[in-house]
């Protein structure tokens, strides 16, 4: 069947719906990702700051929360110091190949001269005898020897051979 274009205005009317929805998944996906935050927090820090609870709870909730603090920070350095590290050897080892394409040049390849069958020993090294003589698979071409035209003799009396029907059946026999 044969498919109708939209005209412009249900067109549009259909993107409009199309972002209403999506603005009303990423607002749903937003409130979902707030309550699993507030979950995990709940769920990795039982321990709830409230009024009722005694000084001594809240110094130790405390210390356990500079603990963790610590722990995440010597993490976090040791990363730090590990990406900083193998960058230094990344633009070092940037600088060595700058360096060795500075210092030697190509040289000028030169043409070499060479038979097939050296070519292949070259190759393939001298385990392998590989002979590869291409003229003995070219194809003989025979010269034809061309013959030496007759000397010519007196016009004259080529024309008195050829006059009359022995002289023309004679000039068709010798062309033939």
Known sequence: MAEKKMSSGRRNQLKTLLL??????LEEEVREAEQQKIKHMEESYSLSLS?????????DFCRKLHKQI???????????????KTNKEID???????????K???PALKRVRMSADAMLAALLGSKHKVSMDLRANLKQVKKEVKDEEKPTGDWRKSI??????DGRKKMFETEA
């Open 104 to 106: 030697f040049k190509k």
């Open 160 to 165: 008195e051979d050829r006059a009359g029907m």
């Open 51 to 59: 009024l009722s609870l005694s000084n001594y709870k809240n110094q």
């Open 20 to 25: 209403q929805i999506g603005e009303a998944m």
């Open 92 to 102: 070092d080892l940037k600088l060595k190949v700058q360096d060795l394409k500075g």
């Open 70 to 84: 610590d722990l995440v920070d010597e993490e976090r350095y040791d990363m730090e110091v590990k990406v900083t």
